[in-house]
């Protein structure tokens, strides 16, 4: 049996399950540690009772005969999907045009199957990791296009690519694409006949009126774009999954086959849906007041956010992000990333993610999670004063 030669380019760990071994073996050293996770961007408070409910009174409903229900429908709930396209995208796309998935991040790797092996992927750096390493699972080439504080965290220029994967608002540097950006984006990559994958996991978090929240809002983008979604950060929905993905129907190949069609065959050859439980949240989340409730918590993880970057920016350090995205992106310019990263947990029981693990140009920063409950980053923020003071 031979070994898919491309997975010995990759690391041994995900860079996740590198940070939680670090921090493990740290706890058995110091078992009496405090241990603050502004680490893995996860979150943390309850449900709303309205969207945890309707969930429950789902599952209730599995045990009755009448509300017994099997598998669903392949491209997902059309309720759902029909929510989807009118709550988040004002009808501007269609709902047939929506695939209900159990989060981005697997959307993102069943892409994959779309592709022939050996294209040119251009990716932002630093990057979420999964894109880099599901297309070097598949045999890809990758263009790392740097992101830095001197080019205000937007690429420079975007070479020909097949395909290119954006996040926009940023993981990890917290910052977003403006509309003038992704139209220059869109009309590229119209001219280099190139595939956007456009990341929206977290534009719930756009505070500012010129960011798009979706790739969509650019005219013409339907016929250059993917966009992936998720409940995990827009709703509380990282354990119970849910996401969707958007295959618009204008999009070919470049012998003209469709591109919907091949999604959705794959999609109903190696999905069988998400859970229908989760589908009950996600609706519940789409009603009128399941998105009050959700904005409660968006608010509340931007607070966080807030108090976090006032105490980091007051102990004198470059901070970025945290304006669009529950993400700071700070710099440590006499330190590398794990080296920075090994002091904060050592010495204030932080735990952070080294900003290379997200990419080459991360190298020298961490990226500072705001997911937490309000207590517990008050007082990292009180740590960090401690620790560097105030300048
Ligand atoms: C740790 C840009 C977090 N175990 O929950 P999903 O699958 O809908 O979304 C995953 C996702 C997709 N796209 C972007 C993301 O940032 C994420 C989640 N990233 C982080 O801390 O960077 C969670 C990471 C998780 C993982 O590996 O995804």
Redesign the pocket.
Known sequence: MKRNPHFSQLSKN?L?QNIWERVQDFLQKNPQAQLINLG???TTEPLPELIAGAMGRYADALGTPAGYRGYGEGQGRGELRNAIATRLYHNRIDSDEIFISD????A?GRLQVLFQPGLTVAVQDPT?P?PVESSIMNGHRLIFLPCTPENDFWPTEFPQADLIYI?SPH??TGTAATKKQLKKLVDLAKRQKSLLIF?T??ASYIQESDIPRSIYEIEGADEVAIE?G???KFAGF?GV?L?WTIVPKKLTFSDGASLYDDYRRANATLFNGASNISEAGGLACLSEEGLEATQLLLDYYMANTAILFDALTATGHSVYGGVNAPYLWVHFPEQDSWSAFDELLQKTHLMT?PGVGFGPAGEGFLRF?AYGHQTQISEAAQRLTEHFGNK
């Not at 989060?103 to 697997?106: H, Y």
């Open positions: 995900y996740f893995v961007g996860d989060g981005a991040k697997s993102i979420y999964v996040c993981n990890p990341d996991a977290y992936l998720s409940f995990s990282t999954r996401g993610t999670s």
